[in-house]
């Protein structure tokens, strides 16, 4: 891999990581292109999540420092499905990540899910227990490279009746314990020592400032109720992973 496929991962990281089309299975449909790619175990796949994951915090900074105890309580209950989920699965993950046929099955439900996101009726800005658990069940669901993580919480969101925007939010809030906590128990596995890497560098900041950009984009497509035309894509997507690739 040398710089210049760095950025690109990096950018296709930052585009599709907010935007509900699957990162991490656009990622290794990308890199399935790449002759001869590597990384130890998704040590690089880690990283560009990083990158991601300051464009949450730098967007929300002011956001998250006036969060109260109850919706922080929420968000440390949404995550525990993703946590016991990623514990059960950390001995196939490497398998999971290159599997594109796999991929392209996953791509199929997001697409599905983006669709029925439009129809759904908005009722409230609230966001019970019960409902981010809710929520939480189907972050741990995307898991799996080609269920989008944004795409499927938004839509757990707005099935319960919560508006799109403040679902938006809560996801990408929710994104946070669950990156970092994945990241950086693959970090450690793997020794970090990649994160001096040019290539590592490059393709960090390219999927921060990317995803900088996709998440006031999302953020516009959802009060625009457009979703469904992310779902056409990741169907779409989804059968040429499945017949092509």
Request: charged share 10%.
């Amino acid at each position: 891999m040398n710089i210049i496929q760095a950025g690109i991962l990096g950018l296709v990281q930052g585009l599709t990581e907010f935007l509900p089309v699957s990162s991490s299975g656009h990622l290794v449909l990308t890199q399935s292109f790449i002759p001869d790619f590597s990384q130890p175990g998704v040590l690089f796949d880690a990283y560009l999540h990083f990158g991601t994951l300051l464009a949450v915090l730098v967007f929300y900074f002011k956001r998250i420092l006036k969060l109260d105890f109850n919706y922080i309580k929420v968000l440390v209950l949404a995550s525990i499905p993703a946590v016991i989920v990623g514990f059960l699965l950390k001995d196939y993950i490497d398998v999971i990540f290159q599997n594109t046929k796999l991929v392209g099955i996953a791509l199929l439900f997001s697409g599905i899910m983006n669709i029925k996101t439009d129809t759904h009726k908005e009722t409230t800005d609230t966001i019970t227990t019960k409902k981010g658990f809710f929520v939480g069940l189907f972050q741990a669901f995307a898991i799996l490279p080609g269920i989008s993580r944004s795409g499927s919480t938004i839509f757990a969101g707005t099935l319960t009746g919560i508006k799109k925007e403040k679902a938006a939010e809560f996801s990408f809030l929710l994104s946070v314990p669950a990156v970092l906590g994945a990241n950086v128990l693959e970090i450690l596995k793997s020794g970090g020592g990649a994160i001096f890497s040019t290539n590592y560098i490059v393709g960090i900041i390219c999927s921060f400032i990317a995803g900088i950009v996709c998440i006031k984009l999302l953020l516009n497509i959802l009060s625009n109720s457009k979703l469904k035309y992310f779902g056409y894509y990741c169907i779409v997507v989804g059968l040429l992973a499945i017949l092509l690739i």
